[in-house]
């Protein structure tokens, strides 16, 4: 019968242990949701997916733990290796694997996830039944699921706050194998007296803390490995923050702007997107004085913006803040939108739009609304009746809105979806298209209250617009003409499934 004494310093060892085990296999979970969503896009999709896989592949692995009978804390030594390389080495070996072998991806993603969580699985089990020897079981299990969840709540807190922007997805992985085989080279120790093959369990201990460590040092190359492959222009600039990864390239076609992988702009041609949708509505509002961005951290539109003299100020309402640092401190990335996020008009808000609509009570006399395309369902939110409501209510009375709304080619039920949803809260819409190379043909759409018109000038000095060529914008041909769409509401964001399927289509072939 167990003892019920005081907890053996060996016990209390373990049971660190198990919070160690616990904070590691979330890490894995979490980086390996984090990486779905990069790739594949529809965040919501890939970390349930994701999750599914994770804790089914656990279950396995605590159903497989009955036919480990002799030799458990061998067995535990061998398992917390296993975990320490594959979990460790699963953020680099997926960046890799999108690199040189794309179409790997998704099967290499949920082979590691599956095998991560089976050996996770494998983990808890063989703990409670070496620390049975000595505990009784209400204590035992209480014991160990308190460390078990203590673990997961820390990693949790500590992934999108402090390890993803200061160390970024592969050292964070490896860092976290490298505690993994800590962990095993310490039950080493403990069990000394215990293991057949002491030697050989150490050396295979400080091999794998050895190859980790290795990775850990050279991880900045192997992320430049991966990302050159991927991007194939040089990279200039890259960095990792909460919401993103932000990376800038160096090529044949100038600067490119890259957002978890997907282009928001090429510098040979960025001027025909911005051109396009800041100029109809500052320039048809006559002399616009406040005026609000939201999104478009970049500073590119703020550029366009501030070419308008009666302009007082400008409100730049962007999540990351890791965006507009760059953007303005960067003499590279200062240059391409011509330093206007140092403009002493400009007023930088790091924050969520939903949220600062919500909030505020100034009103302006136009919004240029510059999101990334809805690929999931927290991007899909800033897309709904609800988002344009709160837009509307913003809005000076004779203001007007502009919003960046895909393409009406490739996703035409998706561009009309957003008209019908803008129209559905009451405001007047006029869509348009311009053609931008490095996209193709992008559309926009104009949102008031009071009529829109034709404006009569537009600034000097612009590469792409002149009063001569903007009607052209808002004809649309047959195969961009108008198709009936629902309204994309917070409830059911058609709009996202809409995206992928019309997006989807175009990556198959």
């Not at 993103?244 to 490119?256: D, F």
């Not at 369902?377 to 988002?387: A, D, M, Q, V, W």
């Not at 019309?502 to 990556?507: I, K, L």
Request: charged share 15%.
């Amino acid at each position: 019968m167990p003892s019920t004494a005081g907890p053996r310093p060996i016990d209390i060892a373990l049971l660190i242990s198990v919070f160690v085990v616990a904070a590691c296999g979330l890490l894995y979970e979490l980086a390996a949701g984090a990486l779905a969503s990069y790739v594949l896009g529809d965040s919501v999709l890939q970390f349930s997916t994701i999750i599914g896989t994770y804790l089914f592949a656990m279950g396995v692995g605590s159903w497989l733990s009955r036919y480990f009978e002799r030799q458990l804390p061998a067995h535990f030594l061998r398992i917390e290796l296993l975990v320490a390389l594959i979990g460790g080495a699963l953020p680099a070996t997926l960046f890799l694997a999108n690199a040189y072998v794309p179409g790997a991806f998704r099967f290499l993603l949920y082979g590691m996830v599956l095998m991560v969580g089976t050996l996770v699985g494998l983990e808890i089990p063989l703990v409670m039944r070496i620390l049975k020897r000595n505990t009784v079981l209400k204590d035992l299990v209480s014991q160990v699921l308190t460390f078990d969840y203590l673990g997961a709540l820390a990693v949790s807190l500590a992934f999108p706050l402090l390890l993803v922007p200061q160390l970024g997805l592969i050292r964070t992985g490896l860092l976290f194998g490298l505690m993994n085989a800590a962990v095993a080279l310490w039950a080493v120790w403990l069990f000394r007296g215990e293991l057949r093959r002491l030697r050989a369990h150490a050396v295979a201990c400080v091999l794998v803390l050895g190859a980790l460590l290795a990775g850990f040092v050279g991880a900045d190359h192997i992320t430049t490995l991966a990302e050159d492959k991927f991007y194939q222009d040089r990279i200039v600039f890259s960095t990792a923050s909460p919401y993103q990864r932000i990376v800038v390239t160096q090529g044949k076609a100038g600067h490119r702007l890259f957002l978890n992988g997907n282009l928001q702009f090429a510098e040979r041609d960025e001027y025909r997107y911005h051109e396009a949708l800041v100029h109809p509505a500052m320039a048809a509002h006559g002399a616009p004085k406040r005026v609000a961005v939201l999104g478009g951290g970049d500073g590119m539109v703020v550029r366009e913006i501030l070419k308008y003299p009666s302009v007082e100020s400008v409100t730049l309402v962007e999540l990351d803040p890791a965006m507009t640092q760059a953007f303005t401190a960067n003499p590279m990335l200062a240059r391409l939108n011509g330093a206007a996020l140092q403009s002493p008009k400009l007023h930088i808000v790091n924050t969520d739009a939903f949220q600062w609509l919500q909030h505020g009570q100034d009103t302006f006399d136009v919004i240029v609304v510059d999101f990334p395309d809805p690929t999931n369902f927290s991007i899909g939110k800033l897309y709904t009746n609800s988002f344009y409501a709160l837009l509307d209510k913003r809005l000076a009375a004779s203001g007007y809105a502009v919003v960046q709304t895909t393409s009406p080619l490739v996703a035409r039920q998706s561009f009309w979806t957003v008209v019908t949803t803008i129209e559905s809260v009451g405001l007047t819409a006029r869509p348009y298209h311009a053609h931008v190379p490095s996209f193709g043909e992008w559309g926009f759409v104009l949102a008031s209250r009071r009529p829109w018109r034709m404006p009569d000038a537009l600034p000097e000095g612009l590469q792409f617009l002149s009063p001569q060529t903007l009607p052209l914008l808002f004809d649309f041909p047959l195969d961009m003409a108008r198709v009936p769409a629902e309204v994309q509401r917070l409830s059911n964001q058609v709009l996202v499934h809409t995206y992928e399927r019309e997006w989807g289509r175009v990556v198959a072939h």
